[in-house]
């Protein structure tokens, strides 16, 4: 059984970093795309970046040059680095997989809430 697992999330105040954490089992994510999403309260869930099976990321413009991700292969896992957070960063975060070389995600995890205070 596919499973996604995040964890890391919490409350933290304006300014401060947190380092979410997303584990794989059931199968190797290699070659696969993993993402990072989120959902404020009374919104529609919403990207935040991704990291493809070569290493390349790409981010939401509201996260660029404040949120990193990264993944270890050897423990088939997914971070999620989030530095200067704002308010507005609040929400369950999301991760998500493709199948091997997709575009889709296809596997997602229960999501982690993380709130920002004011």
């Known amino acids: 059984q596919v499973q996604l697992v995040e964890s890391g999330g919490g409350l933290v105040q304006a300014g401060g970093s947190l380092r979410l954490s997303c584990a794989a089992s059931?199968?190797?994510?290699?070659?696969?795309?993993m993402a990072w999403l989120r959902q404020a309260p009374g919104k529609e869930r919403e990207f935040v970046g991704r990291?493809?099976?070569?290493?390349?990321?790409n981010y939401a413009d509201s996260v660029k040059g404040r949120f990193t991700i990264s993944r270890d292969g050897a423990k088939n896992s997914v971070y999620l680095q989030m530095n200067s957070l704002k308010p507005e960063d609040t929400g369950v975060y999301y991760c998500?997989?493709?199948?091997?070389?997709?575009?889709?995600?296809?596997?997602w995890g229960q999501g982690t809430q993380v709130t920002v205070s004011s």
């Open positions: 998500a997989a493709t199948n091997d070389y997709a575009l889709t995600y296809t596997y």
């Open positions: 990291i493809t099976w070569d290493g390349s990321t």
């Open positions: 059931g199968r190797t994510f290699s070659r696969s795309a």
